[in-house]
């Protein structure tokens, strides 16, 4: 008599495939980064999810683009006298940036799909999966809020919608990361682990440095002062502070001051990353807790570098990648300190 077998979940290959999403985010946060440096980001005016995907074919289809971008505040401000050729350059940049958007769409859609129809999706991450989904196609919709944001009055997009764009990415990213390494742990036995208290508060650091980034970005403040330590000859620029206005308006929207936030809050998020290393260590985990402080390190000279250069472009697409990668290794030292619950696959 035939034995009829029931399909067994694949955690292993699940979390390998949720890595190759990470990377394409990863991926997706540094071209994200030039756009926004090279201005590119409002290049195309049209947001069409499925067409979108073809580029103009021919000289008449490239003139209307171009003239879609004539026609927003941005072109008269700045690029007034930008030849169709300049404007390739730019929409360049701004078309990979949602081509890799609908890349990761796919590619997640796809994989989940075929693990659903399987039936290899481990019990009890049915429902992360949808939700890494569901956030997926949601920052699709936050991308486009954001390009809308510079499209009719502003010469720029908005840094707030801008900072939520980027810490979106940087959900989704970490999310993928985590859920990979749960399924990799399911795969020895362990069936989850518990994100500590403290490893929590040193990634919501870093999220509060990262989009203290987006804002900086946004407001072109990585300009205002090229020197370090001192904001020219000074620690804190006198006149800085704009009396009068909101305690929130300053420290969300005066670029001197969100430059000032930006250097120093990264010292902070050093202390918590070195505390986090320590951690690991002790937990036996010396490969993330040199991984961490290499890339602090990294990331903290890059920042510096960044503004001495004048905010060079491969500099400062460095300094944003090196961000995307201490995040990754700081959820990896994160869940390599967790506490583990084991029991059957």
Not at 26 to 55: H, K, M, N, Y
Not at 73 to 89: C, D, R, V
């Amino acid at each position: 008599m035939a034995r009829s077998f029931r399909p067994q979940p694949r955690p292993r290959l699940l979390g390998f495939w949720l890595l190759v999403v990470a990377a394409l985010v990863f991926g997706i946060v540094v071209v994200g980064g030039i756009t926004r440096l090279t201005e590119s980001g409002l290049s195309i005016t049209q947001w069409d999810p499925i067409l979108g995907a073809i580029p103009p074919l021919n000289g008449a289809q490239w003139q209307r683009a171009f003239d879609g971008y004539k026609a927003i505040p941005q072109y008269h401000a700045f690029n007034s006298g930008m030849t169709l050729e300049g404007f390739k350059h730019i929409f360049f940049w701004e078309y990979l940036h949602r081509l890799l958007a609908r890349a990761i769409g796919t590619v997640l859609a796809i994989v989940l799909l075929v693990f659903w129809w399987k039936k290899w999706i481990p019990k009890g991450f049915g429902w992360r999966t949808f939700l890494i989904l569901c956030l997926g196609a949601l920052q699709g919709f936050i991308g486009w809020w954001m390009v809308a944001s510079g499209l009719e009055v502003r010469t720029e997009v908005s840094h707030f919608r801008l900072a939520i764009h980027l810490l979106a990415a940087m959900l989704i990213y970490s999310v993928l990361i985590w859920t990979a390494l749960d399924l990799f742990a399911l795969n020895k036995g362990v069936r989850r682990v518990r994100l500590k208290f403290w490893p929590f508060v040193a990634i919501l650091m870093l999220a509060v440095q990262l989009m203290l980034g987006a804002f900086t970005a946004g407001l072109r403040a990585g300009y205002a002062f090229a020197s370090w330590p001192k904001m020219g000859d000074q620690w804190f620029p006198d006149g800085a502070w704009t009396h009068g206005k909101p305690l929130g308006f300053n420290l969300a929207s005066n670029p001197i001051v969100v430059q000032f936030e930006h250097r120093w809050w990264a010292w902070a998020v050093a202390v918590a990353v070195f505390l986090l290393a320590l951690a690991a260590w002790r937990a036996r985990r010396p490969v993330r807790s040199v991984v961490l402080m290499l890339l602090v390190a990294m990331q903290i000279s890059l920042g510096v570098e960044t503004l001495l250069s004048g905010v060079q472009l491969p500099i400062a697409v460095a300094h944003q990648a090196t961000a995307a990668l201490l995040l990754a290794a700081m959820v990896w030292a994160a869940h390599g300190v967790g506490l583990p619950s084991r029991g059957r696959r």
